[in-house]
């Protein structure tokens, strides 16, 4: 379990049931030092003043604030510590809403609620609450601060724990009349159609169903780099340059047929599509993704189950 990045309880009415605070993702993206690529020596971020093109301690930056039309206001780490929130050790429930009615484009991060400590009280007040949030299908609508800032929260159940949302003000989203809807409505026909495309290519959510295909791919091009293998970019390959089909119709019938009968949406070149000419040492640089979908359309039989390396040994076969 990871490290805790708040602890407190939640308040609502006269109740109050203690918790824990953990961020409910992890950081996967691959980093990097920024580096002189002559040397590899790390390169250092200075501040600098531009009127006198010296270097400023952190302790002497300050905080200027711009607005069109108006001087620029500045502010020192006291005025800020003016308007900063009241810190607090407690999430305090203003109201309970239906989680259906919350517009998910207002969430922002995720965090997981843990209960504190060994007591049995602290341990029974975290269940009632779990136990009451879940039967009502409601969510706890709060407010709490962590460091230095103030968040709006939805706390709800998750996996039969609770689970904090920060989310967005209203203010922050923009608003929707500001989007153009596209004009007319489209045909009776054509929606029918359409309809029954999303329906053949609906499935059953499953996140684990999805990849992080360019993650996959960078990890594999560092492993080839420090092996000392040649890095190659791939033809970028000649896609359509944009807009709707002439026959949206006749484009929305065939892409039903594909889908219903499995075929698929990618256009042939001729090729096989990774320029192996069935040498499996091309296969190394496709993810796991992109390795299944050529077991797919090769009809690799216990595709479905095989690891990456497996895979790749299937189809070099």
Same mark, same amino acid.
């Given at each position: 379990?990871?490290?805790?990045?708040? +602890?407190?309880?939640?308040?609502?009415?006269?109740?109050?049931?203690?918790?824990?605070?953990?961020?409910?993702?992890?950081?996967?993206?691959?980093?990097?030092?920024?580096?002189?690529?002559?040397?590899?020596?790390?390169?250092?971020?200075?501040?600098?003043?531009?009127?006198? !093109?010296?270097?400023?301690?952190?302790?002497?930056?300050?905080?200027?604030?711009? /607005?069109?039309?108006? &001087?620029?206001?500045?502010?020192?780490?006291?005025?800020?510590?003016?308007?900063?929130?009241?810190?607090?050790? +407690?999430?305090?429930?203003?109201?309970?809403?239906?989680?259906?009615?919350? =517009?998910?484009?207002?969430? !922002?991060?995720?965090?997981?609620?843990?209960?504190?400590?060994?007591?049995?009280?602290?341990?029974?007040?975290?269940?009632?609450?779990?136990?009451?949030?879940?039967?009502? =299908?409601?969510?706890?609508?709060?407010?709490?601060?962590?460091?230095?800032?103030?968040?709006?929260?939805?706390?709800?159940?998750?996996? =039969?724990?609770?689970?904090?949302? +920060? %989310?967005?003000?209203?203010?922050?989203?923009?608003?929707?009349?500001?989007?153009? +809807?596209?004009?007319?409505?489209?045909?009776?026909?054509?929606?029918?159609?359409?309809?029954?495309?999303?329906?053949?290519?609906?499935?059953?959510?499953?996140?684990?169903?999805?990849?992080?295909?360019?993650?996959?791919?960078?990890?594999?091009?560092?492993?080839?780099?420090?092996?000392?293998?040649?890095?190659?970019?791939?033809?970028?390959?000649?896609?359509?340059?944009?807009?709707?089909?002439?026959?949206? %119709?006749?484009?929305?019938?065939?892409?039903?047929?594909?889908?219903?009968?499995?075929?698929?949406?990618?256009?042939?070149?001729?090729? =096989?599509?990774?320029?192996?000419?069935?040498?499996?040492?091309?296969?190394?640089?496709?993810?796991?993704?992109?390795?299944?979908?050529?077991?797919?359309? /090769?009809?690799?039989?216990?595709?479905?189950? %095989?690891?990456?390396?497996?895979?790749? &040994?299937?189809?070099?076969?």
């Amino acid at each position: 379990m990871p490290r805790s990045l708040w +602890t407190g309880s939640i308040s609502f009415g006269l109740v109050n049931v203690p918790v824990a605070l953990f961020s409910a993702v992890r950081d996967l993206d691959v980093h990097f030092r920024q580096l002189h690529e002559k040397d590899g020596a790390p390169i250092e971020t200075r501040r600098f003043c531009s009127e006198e !093109d010296k270097e400023v301690p952190f302790e002497s930056v300050g905080h200027g604030y711009e /607005e069109d039309g108006k &001087e620029q206001v500045i502010l020192t780490d006291d005025d800020l510590a003016a308007a900063a929130p009241r810190r607090t050790r +407690t999430i305090d429930i203003d109201a309970f809403v239906d989680v259906a009615d919350v =517009d998910p484009i207002y969430f !922002d991060h995720p965090y997981f609620l843990a209960p504190v400590g060994e007591a049995e009280g602290n341990l029974r007040a975290y269940r009632l609450l779990v136990k009451v949030l879940s039967s009502t =299908d409601r969510a706890a609508l709060g407010r709490f601060v962590l460091r230095s800032k103030e968040y709006l929260v939805l706390v709800r159940v998750r996996d =039969d724990r609770l689970a904090l949302t +920060t %989310m967005l003000f209203h203010d922050e989203v923009r608003p929707a009349k500001e989007v153009d +809807t596209g004009g007319r409505k489209p045909a009776k026909a054509q929606v029918d159609t359409a309809v029954a495309l999303v329906e053949a290519l609906s499935v059953d959510w499953d996140p684990a169903q999805y990849r992080d295909c360019y993650r996959e791919r960078l990890l594999g091009v560092i492993d080839r780099k420090r092996k000392g293998g040649k890095i190659t970019a791939p033809e970028e390959p000649r896609r359509d340059a944009g807009g709707p089909p002439a026959d949206i %119709m006749a484009a929305l019938k065939e892409s039903l047929e594909r889908a219903r009968s499995g075929e698929g949406f990618e256009e042939s070149d001729g090729s =096989d599509g990774d320029g192996s000419g069935g040498d499996g040492s091309a296969l190394d640089g496709l993810s796991r993704d992109e390795l299944y979908e050529r077991a797919q359309k /090769e009809k690799v039989a216990g595709r479905s189950s %095989m690891s990456r390396d497996e895979l790749i &040994e299937a189809l070099s076969g």
